[in-house]
């Protein structure tokens, strides 16, 4: 479906190389070069993973969901964009559970009447996104409230409760993978459906590499072109980070979900959804942290802005509602749409804040 904007992945290191001060050029084709590197990713992993075996195939997927949106992170603190970096993170987790999730539940409901899902999977999910939320709310909470001595022990607090993430998302594998599987199956899929596609693992394996480096080469050209494209749009980077690198980052997402939610599987449109916002809390973010005190030019601390965090607790809040009953409609859709517009509405209106420095 994405395929033919990968003319955009030479045209983006050509327009690098001989035109480097164009910067708002570079970062619109970067973005537009990254989606289908996005999806390509996204498919080498399905095949890896029909080859490994439902437990290992399960856990890669779990792990290499998201590499288009941690190795675009990865760049950004590698050169101490962290007010990027945490707006990425946060358009993430707003953007697949509200987004995609919304647009998912949207399209399968104007096909299908009611739509139905294991609720208890749909709680357990929710359950963890409000842990997610938490650990956000509770680093902010200590910054502003804590005395100014404090605030130089944030980075022991950040790390500190990057490690519990870390440990509920193993908790989460355990749980979705193993003991409670069943849970979380979808229907099965029809016959020769996935075998008609069939890749070798050699060949699976491959293109895994190949879209993995390329990603990681554009995701570095992007990050570089940020700051001069927020400020050429008028955009604040929190504006950018939250809306528009998030969106490009889950391009992929968008459609499987919503042709999966078309096909009347919602408990898998919710799983793609709903797990890709636990991989980014659980393991991105987390992992971002302990990266930044080797590959940063400082540590990156869990301390979001208000604004931040107060996005996330409300989409978390809104998602867990409407999923709580293990059936959908599509009225649900466009009110969780309605929601990511009036965020993305604030976000652009708000005034750029610089980081507190500790």
Known sequence: MWNWLLIF????????????????????VSCLAIIPLAGWLGRATEKVAHHAGEGVGGLLNATFGNAAELIIAFMAVRKG??????????????????????????????????????????????TLLLLAAIALVLPAAFHHIAVPQSRLREDQLSLAIAAVLLAAYVTHLVFSLHTHRHYFTGPEEEPGESTASAWSLKKSLAILAAATGLIAWISEIL?????????????????????????????AEHSTAIMMAMKDRMELALGIAAGSSLQIALLVAPVLVFASHFAGPRPMDLVFTPPEV????LAVLITAQISADGESNWLEG?????????????????????????
């Open 9 to 28: 992945v030479p045209a983006a290191v050509a327009i690098e190389i001989l035109w480097p001060d164009a910067h708002t050029l570079i970062f619109l």
């Open 81 to 126: 964009l962290y007010s990027v970096v945490k707006a990425s993170l946060t358009g993430s987790i707003i953007g697949n559970i509200l987004l995609v999730l919304g647009a998912a539940i949207l399209a399968g409901g104007i096909r299908h009447k009611v739509q139905r899902f294991n609720a208890t999977a749909a709680r357990a999910q929710a």
């Open 223 to 251: 990050v570089g072109s940020v700051e001069q494209a927020a400020a050429a749009f008028g955009f604040t980077e929190v504006f950018v980070g939250v809306i528009v690198v998030a969106i490009v980052g889950n391009a």
């Open 310 to 313: 107060l996005a996330v607790f």
């Open 334 to 358: 466009a009110q969780l749409l309605a929601v990511y517009l009036i965020l993305g509405i604030v976000f652009y209106f708000l005034p750029f804040t610089p980081e507190v420095a500790p």
